[in-house]
């Protein structure tokens, strides 16, 4: 296990969580599929839940605002461009299928950020290894 000799950045932790990468060392593997994180980073040993109770629920939460927005500015964009021609029953399945396939695709990435930002916020413990 490698353990990062400096702390990175709060730019390069971001950009590492974006990638689905360790915000602390870079190394990648740290799902064991789209919807399961590992307990801990393969690379350095860091634990992904760093232990608190609740502590991804702000991962949920980034979750659903990004899904959120993602929506509205889609739908938003949509209606102006076919205005005044809406096809509403298009909308209605189309609405339900972005609402259920968003969140799921932006998760492992909300993950990654929420504990990039909880790294930024609250700096590594030793316990954290």
Do not use: Q
């Amino acid at each position: 296990m490698a353990t990062p000799t400096a702390v990175p950045s709060s730019g390069a932790r971001i950009l590492r969580a974006c990638t689905l990468r360790c915000p602390e060392c870079g190394g990648g593997g740290l799902f064991r599929g789209w919807l399961r994180i590992k307990d801990r980073c393969p690379t350095c040993a860091l634990k992904l839940d760093r232990g608190t109770p609740g502590h991804f629920v702000g991962a949920y939460l980034v979750n659903l605002i990004v899904a959120e927005l993602l929506f509205a500015f889609g739908l938003l964009t949509w209606l102006v461009a076919v205005w005044p021609d809406v096809p509403w029953d298009t909308v209605r399945i189309a609405a339900v299928a972005a609402m259920v396939v968003t969140p799921l695709t932006l998760y492992p990435f909300t993950r990654t950020i929420w504990l990039a930002a909880d790294l930024i916020i609250d700096p590594l413990r030793p316990t954290d290894r």
